[in-house]
Every structure is written in C-alpha cells, then in structure tokens.
C-alpha cells in the first residue's frame, strides 16, 4: 500500500496505511519559519528562531490531535541504542535532553515518541496486539549496525512483543538514486551497494527493509520518495549541503 498525504490545520504530513497508531513522517509544509527553515522546522538548534519552532511543534501536534507535552526525543548520535520512554519523560520537549538514543519504544499511551531526520532513514513500528510502538532514527551507521533489527529484538525482549505482530513503516529519506557515498559507506553496507565511476549508490532504504525482514517482522511498508529528489517537500542535508530544517517521524498509541 501507499503512503497517504495528510493536510490537516494547513500542515502536511505522511501516514503508512499498515500502521494502526496515530503517527505522522512530516514535510516542510504547513510551518511559520522563514528563510532556510521554512516553513515546518522542527530542528531546534539550526538557529531558526525558537518561537517559530515552538509554534511549528503546535501545529503538527494539533493536526495530529496531539499535546505537545506528550512528545518524548532524544539526542541522537547514529548509534544502536533504544530507550525506553515513559511518561516521566513527557513535559520536556524544549528542555535540554541528557539522554542519547536513535530509537525509542514504549507502551504507554500517554507518550509520543520523535525522531528527526534530514536524509537518514526513518522507522515507526507499532505492535497492535501487546500495544507497543517505536521510533527509529537510521544513518548509514546505525543500519549498518542493525539498530532497526535491535529496536526489533527490544521490543521483545522488554514487553514480549512477537516480531510477527510488529508492523513496519520505512519514511521518506534518501533512496539510492542520490544517496552516493565513498568506500566507507560501501564497504559498511556492501549487499546494498554498486559501484558508481569512483563512487558507490548506497540503498539505505532496502537495507533497513531487508535488516527488518531478518528479524522476522514481515509486514513493513516503504515510501518510494526521496528526500533528495523531492526537497521542495523535505528536508534533506545532502541537497542543501546542510543549510536545513528538520522533518520528523512521530507516533503515539
């Protein structure tokens, strides 16, 4: 099935038809930042002005139905670590976080769990029968190291969850045909690959797929866009060689 283009309170957003929580992969549109950051920025340290983020987070959770209490992130360091967010997390949003993960999950419903990228592969997965969701932040680091598949593996090892009820949703980030990289990259992910004159295409989006299949979830959806491609829609780091806002990936039970 298709990802669905949402337009709620002038704000635009994504949703993957298979995943049965609230959740939204966000584009540009819809915000009130200006400039480079325009216009639904929810990068709070690009140096866009804060209130307009503030304000930018008020509308996507408003589309969403959401409070912007309830929005629990992270500092993300393209590691493998996945955290377990509570409510005692909640409250907290534009306070400084101490904590560093590039995934998290929980099961409380009073939690809505973010991550941010610009390129980087996002992931949500919600688990509808032990009510659990996660949120997933993959660089080319983090999929190298599988952080996808140890979001799987905490999931149930922390609420029993079985990895043939987890449904996946890979967001918009970059596809192969724009994401070309050196030998690093190749060599870290060498089954998603090709050689490229001197260079390498890496597919970031069919590693994490492939990473989230060996793990035995079997129900994943893919965006087909490019963040790349399509950066009138989204923010991508690569095509603005930096100069950006954020997109987010967001759910909540």
Request: proline share 3%; charged share 25%.
């Amino acid at each position: 099935m298709s990802f669905r283009e949402i337009i709620s309170h002038s704000v635009t957003y994504m949703t993957a038809p298979g995943i049965q929580a609230t959740h939204a992969f966000t584009t540009r549109h819809g915000g009130v930042s200006s400039g480079i950051y325009s216009t639904l920025n929810l990068a709070q340290k690009a140096g866009d002005e804060i209130e307009n983020v503030k304000e930018n987070y008020a509308l996507i959770c408003r589309a969403m139905g959401l409070d912007t209490r309830a929005i629990v992130c992270s500092n993300q360091v393209h590691g493998t670590h996945i955290r377990v967010a509570t409510i005692e997390d909640t409250g907290k949003l534009f306070k400084p976080n101490p904590h560093e993960a590039d995934g998290l999950i929980t099961d409380s419903p009073c939690v809505a769990l973010m991550v941010f990228t610009a390129d980087c592969v996002p992931i949500l997965l919600h688990d509808p029968i032990r009510k659990v969701i996660g949120a997933v932040h993959a660089g080319w680091r983090g999929t190298a190291s599988n952080i996808a598949g140890e979001a799987i593996r905490k999931m149930e090892t922390v609420f029993e969850c079985k990895c043939s009820d987890i449904r996946a949703a890979i967001g918009p980030c970059i596809s192969k045909c724009c994401y070309e990289t050196d030998s690093d990259v190749a060599s870290a992910l060498p089954d998603f690959s090709s050689k490229y004159g001197e260079k390498f295409m890496v597919d970031l989006k069919d590693a994490n797929r492939r990473l989230l299949d060996k793990s035995g979830v079997k129900n994943i959806e893919v965006s087909e866009e490019c963040t790349s491609c399509k950066s009138d829609k989204y923010w991508s780091h690569r095509k603005t060689k930096g100069k950006r806002g954020t997109q987010a990936a967001i759910i909540v039970l």
